[in-house]
């Protein structure tokens, strides 16, 4: 059994921890990973995958009397505590729960998870490849030599204890960003989610700099690329 999870904020307002971006983006171009979810399930499952699932994790990021400020502390489904330092990096908490749910009522042999968390992503890669971080070197190498053969490129990124160390919290059993002046924001991005996956084979594949392209593809025409329905439907089917 293979799950793919995703987060989606349906509505984004930001206000107490503001994005920064030169121009305006819509927010039905940030989260793409719900979007290839909903395609990826709703098709032809492959033969020979067994059971395929996905799992949306769907939420409002809107400020109210009751909003997350920076410095709450929140307990995630998994029961480990999180201190919220950066409200616009929201995504990864519900991922986080995604994740854990994911493990607990399915009990998957691998979970691949798709979502354009971090901005540091496309620092690091541009928008050409996205960044590719698993637990499993074999699960990596086969999502690798699917994204080749699609086009939907990928790099791998590395998953150390350095950058896990970064976001430990002296109030909380992380934080939900890493430490001033750290760098690799995509990496203490993939740390944090790892924390929440029980020896699951896992993938996580950042696609925040891959989700749209402001020219014609041979995979696809400009816009939303729908990036990592023909690698993940490749993958199910070698696999």
């Known amino acids: 059994m293979f799950r793919t999870d995703e987060r989606g904020v349906i509505t984004i307002l930001e206000s107490i921890a503001i994005i920064p971006r030169l121009l305006p983006l819509p927010v039905k171009k940030r989260e793409e990973g719900v979007p290839f979810c909903v395609v990826g399930v709703e098709g032809e499952e492959p033969a020979g995958a067994g059971v395929v699932g996905g799992v949306m994790a769907l939420v409002e990021n809107m400020p109210s009397g009751t909003a997350q400020r920076p410095g709450d502390i929140v307990k995630s489904m998994s029961g480990q505590t999180i201190e919220v330092l950066n409200t616009d990096a929201e995504g990864r908490l519900i991922l986080a729960d995604a994740i854990w749910y994911t493990q607990d009522r399915f009990s998957p042999k691998a979970m691949i998870d798709l979502a354009t968390l971090t901005g540091a992503v496309v620092v ?43 976001i430990n919290s002296e109030l909380a059993d992380m934080q939900n960003i890493g430490k001033a002046n750290t760098g690799g924001g995509s990496i203490t991005g993939a740390q ?43 993958f199910l089917c070698k696999i």
């Not at 790892?194 to 593809?217: E, Y």
Request: net charge negative.
């Open 124 to 166: 690091a890669l541009g928008h050409e490849f996205a960044g590719l971080f698993s637990n499993d070197d074999d699960l990596a190498e086969q999502i690798k030599r699917s994204a080749e053969f699609t086009g939907e490129k990928v790099w791998r990124m590395p998953l150390t204890d350095h950058f896990d160390d970064k």
């Open 192 to 234: 944090f989610i790892k924390r929440f996956v029980n020896g699951t084979k896992w993938a996580h594949i950042d696609i925040a700099g891959v989700k749209d392209t402001s020219d014609d593809l041979f995979i696809c025409s400009k816009g939303v690329t729908g990036f990592g329905v023909h690698l993940l439907y490749d």
